[in-house]
């Protein structure tokens, strides 16, 4: 069974940093795109980064370019995102989800919230 | 990128009945040399990652109910549950992964029983 498990969200300031991780289970890590999605508040998905299986290739949404890096580590089965001068509006639960075009399993999510 | 709109923003469908969700993408997600059209469905209950429900357009993934149809091509598609049951009670998102990387959702429609 397909298990991806995110953590490291939690209460940052403006200006602060986070990095999340998302622990993955169940199936062939090292053979999938991986990517992170978030979801503000009351509001809809936004897909945010991926990540090529060989690292050869990632790819950002415009608002996160140059303060967001995404990660892997396919000896440890994990995806990370470092997150670098948080805004509010990075305000959201992030999710990991296996895959680079759709998206069939996906973890719970962790909240991260920029305030101060 | 490729903008994604849905209608309605929300809508109320008795138990039993029909419930119909449109999407429309601002350029074709239809990939002519492979005949196949790149959207996904999904569905979020509260507190709930989102689901995927279809791919390809309309390819049901294993486990989702047949009442979950979905239909269109190139730039309009539509989502149909055919027998509204109190378990589909959620918000709905259609996805385009014809733009890769720059994927991009719906804003979502909200179900609910009349």
């Known amino acids: 069974e397909v298990q991806l498990v995110e953590s490291g969200g939690g209460l940052v300031q403006p200006g602060g940093s986070l990095r999340l991780s998302c622990a993955a289970s169940?199936?062939?890590?090292?053979?999938?795109?991986m990517t992170w999605v978030r979801q503000a508040p009351g509001k809809g998905l936004e897909w945010v980064a991926n990540i090529k299986q060989d690292v050869s290739e990632r790819y950002y949404v415009d608002s996160v370019k140059g303060r967001f890096t995404v990660s892997r580590d396919n000896a440890k089965n994990s995806l990370y995102l470092q997150m670098n001068s948080l805004r509010a509006e990075d305000t959201a639960v992030y999710y990991c989800?296996?895959?680079?075009?759709?998206?069939?399993?996906w973890g719970q999510g962790t909240l991260v919230t920029v305030s101060s | 990128d490729i903008v994604m709109t849905q209608s309605p923003d929300s809508l109320a469908v008795s138990l039993g009945e029909r419930a119909t969700i449109n999407c429309k993408s601002s350029?074709?997600?239809?990939?002519?040399?492979?005949?196949?059209?790149?959207l996904a469905w999904y569905q979020q209950k509260p507190g709930q990652p989102p689901k995927l429900l279809i791919n390809w357009a309309s390819t049901r993934e294993s486990g989702v109910p047949d009442r979950f149809s979905g239909s269109g091509s190139g730039t309009d598609f539509t989502l149909t549950i055919s027998s509204l049951q109190a378990e589909d009670v959620a918000v709905y998102y259609c996805q385009q992964y014809y733009s890769t990387p720059g994927i991009t959702f719906g804003p979502g429609t909200k179900v609910d029983i009349k």
């Open positions: 169940g199936f062939t890590f090292s053979s999938y795109w």
């Open positions: 350029q074709s997600v239809l990939y002519s040399s492979n005949n196949k059209n790149y």
């Open positions: 989800a296996k895959g680079g075009s759709w998206y069939g399993n």
